[in-house]
């Protein structure tokens, strides 16, 4: 089976690569590695000992698209192609809508074209509406986002679930992740942001490192066990493997369904301090700041429907999470730029 991955050079598209090339799938990917870099698709592939086809350009251009499907026999897309700063949405919303809502648009167009119609979106917990309580099912309420970043995900998945509803032969899966961090075991792919992270875990890391000073801890009066804000963070080589559940579902079903990839269980930023520190024996120097605008106290899924349809459970805990990321900011503390 051959899958096409948008985005396939960031974070979760290269560990979903490698994943998908262990399991037997010819992968080619098209990302305009605005967010990438391509020695991550080079380690993906000696990793592997397999090749992949790799098309660098945006998935914006229909001109692109339509050479990718008529030069490759696509059975099933991933679509991880996207701008993903919540913060950088709100300073720069038409950037995020155009880019985010623009690579779905002209992606089904061209596939819509070419009669292939299996498609699995990365979609995000930010979809779901704030005053939920958890943990969240897949029915939960969403909408009511708090910033451009989370509604191009809640529109994707309006326009993709209108797409499958007129036209039953489209098969769709929106894969709404928690939180993924963490790295593949041998420390050779991971999560390189650019500039200062926004995200915890990677701050967590350059900071062990040395290239942050100190880990701000955004509040510690929320309403949770010791105060501060409490997620659902997800292994990102499970969170691969579940991409590979969603093809086998994808490929064999029609219509559109809504997965939560996530643990089920929260930890608190303070559990994720200390249990890097305790696993990796290393300091995160840290302080208590105030709340960051738009932060919930307590977010984390129920991942039962997953498990039940697609087959798929996240294995890794905790300890491997900060074992995975610490080994993949030693082994590259300047990530792949170096
Ligand atoms: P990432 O930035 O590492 O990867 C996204 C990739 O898409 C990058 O390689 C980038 O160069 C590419 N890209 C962006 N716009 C493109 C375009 N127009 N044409 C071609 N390539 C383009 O991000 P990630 O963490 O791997 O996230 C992948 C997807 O998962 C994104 O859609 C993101 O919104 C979603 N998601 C991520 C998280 C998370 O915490 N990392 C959580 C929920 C959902
Ligand atoms: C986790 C916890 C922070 C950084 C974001 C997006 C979401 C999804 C995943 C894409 C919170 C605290 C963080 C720091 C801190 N992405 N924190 N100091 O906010 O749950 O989700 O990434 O879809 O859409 O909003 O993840 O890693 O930023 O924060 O104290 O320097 O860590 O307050 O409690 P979040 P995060």
Not at 248 to 261: D, K
Request: with cysteine.
């Amino acid at each position: 089976m051959r899958i096409l991955v948008t985005g396939g050079a960031g974070y979760i598209g290269s560990h979903t690569c490698l994943e998908l090339l262990h399991g037997g799938y010819d992968v080619v990917v098209v990302d305009n590695l605005c967010n990438s870099n391509p020695v991550a698709l080079e380690r993906v592939q000696a990793l592997a000992g397999k090749s992949l086809t790799f098309y660098q350009g945006d998935v914006r251009d229909l001109a692109l698209l339509r050479r990718i499907f008529q030069e490759q026999e696509i059975d099933c897309v991933i679509h991880f192609a996207g701008l993903k700063a919540v913060g950088e949405s709100v300073s720069q919303p038409w950037r995020y809508y155009d880019n985010n809502l623009n690579t779905t648009l002209a992606l089904t167009k061209v596939m819509e074209e070419a009669g292939r119609k299996n498609l699995i979106f990365s979609s995000s917990a930010t979809v779901y509406t704030a005053s939920n309580t958890m943990p969240l099912q897949e029915t939960s309420q969403t909408g009511g986002c708090t910033n451009p970043y989370g509604w191009t995900k809640f529109m994707t998945e309006q326009i993709l679930s209108g797409i499958s509803h007129a036209d039953p032969a489209w098969s769709v899966c929106l894969l709404r992740y928690f939180n993924p961090i963490g790295a593949h075991e041998s420390g050779q792919i991971g999560e390189d942001p650019r500039g200062i992270p926004n995200n915890l875990m990677p701050y967590i890391t350059q900071t062990a490192i040395g290239r942050r000073e100190r880990l701000s801890i955004f509040g510690d009066d929320y309403d949770t066990p010791d105060g501060t804000g409490v997620r659902d963070y997800i292994h990102v080589v499970d969170l691969a493997k579940g991409h590979v559940a969603a093809v086998n579902y994808t490929v064999a079903h029609q219509g559109v369904e809504v997965f939560n990839l996530g643990t089920g269980k929260g930890y608190s930023v303070l559990d994720m301090v200390n249990t890097f520190q305790q696993v990796n024996q290393v300091s995160v120097p840290y302080q208590i700041v105030a709340r960051r605008p738009g932060d919930i106290a307590t977010c984390y899924a129920d991942p039962e429907k997953s498990e039940r349809m697609l087959g798929w459970k996240a294995e890794k805990d905790l300890a491997d999470m900060c074992r995975d990321a610490w080994n993949w900011q030693c082994k590259n503390p300047q990530g792949y730029q170096a």
